[in-house]
């Protein structure tokens, strides 16, 4: 029998215009998104910068074979709708994700935001009007020859009540691209921002938990060497080592070792601390989002999905 029969509560209405999904890696998100879009009759939106590439599957942990329950395929948008090797930033995900969340109400169906790259997921629930400011490319290219320092010495010379993130070098040249082009164009006016609904709803594992099944999904995906083997088929179709350097994590450490740079154990051990660091990330965000206003309603760890599922259903019905 289906987990899904057992259910004692089922909502026919919601008071939210997006439920969102959020977690570190390997939390259980696909899972409990999939067959609460069962439950709801909803469609999945992917928050995941990696997903929307085609034949990066299991580096991105897509687990395509969870969205069918029951001979029922759940729809998932945002995945698979770039070729590997492109580049896909904020920007691009805020148009895409509207486009998907008009066309799943348009069907009467309820949307359901589900990911772990919390900047995705925030940029579509915030004004970002940042991300309307086109990309400057010569400057970025003088800007790439200068020091972190020199360029945050010419982003200090702005006297403005903006506020940038100034961690890396990457992020104060955008900073500095956005001064730039408001100094050039001051009668700039964001375009006004889609007003939606949301409830958020969080997966925290213990972080021994979280250890334990990031490194059990590792050991699976390099068992039979199925990811060495996507990563060398990218390599054959003409993705550059350098874009999946920048694709990070899996791909740039198995394509580290593909070219001999590493042996296959430290590819291993340097990969799975990145991981785990990187969980440590996400959670560290989403905390950050929590401090900007924003409300997570964290499921009890040890909740099943059934238990899950009827949580976020009641926390969702219209009273």
Known sequence: MGVLNLFLVILNDT???????????????????????????????????????RGMDIGTGKDLHEY???????EVHLINNKKAGEKYNIAEFQQDFLKSYDKILEKSKIPILSGGSGLYIQSVLQDFWQTQIPNNEPLRDYLSLLSKD????????YKTNLSFDKSS????????????????????????????????????PSLQ???????????ERLENNALVNEIKTLLNN????????????EYKYVTSFILGEVNYSQMYSKLETEIHRFAKRQMTFFRSMEKKGFEIDWIPENYNLIQKLNYILKKTQNK
């Open 238 to 249: 003409g993705v550059t080592s350098e874009t999946l350097n920048y694709y990070g994590l």
């Open 68 to 74: 069918t329950i029951d001979n029922q395929t759940i």
């Open 15 to 53: 008071e939210n215009d997006l439920i969102v999904i959020l977690g570190p890696t390997a939390s259980g998100k696909t899972q409990l998104a999939a067959h609460l879009a069962k439950v709801l009759n909803g469609e999945i939106i992917s928050a995941d910068s990696r997903q929307v590439y």
């Open 209 to 219: 938990n979280r250890r334990n099944n990031i490194s059990k999904r590792l050991k």
């Open 150 to 157: 020199e360029i945050l010495e010419k982003v200090e010379m």
């Open 169 to 204: 070098k990457k992020r104060m040249i955008r900073a500095l691209e956005i001064l730039e082009f408001l100094k050039d164009n001051t009668d700039f006016i964001p375009n006004p921002k889609k007003e939606i609904r949301f409830k958020i709803f969080g997966l925290n």
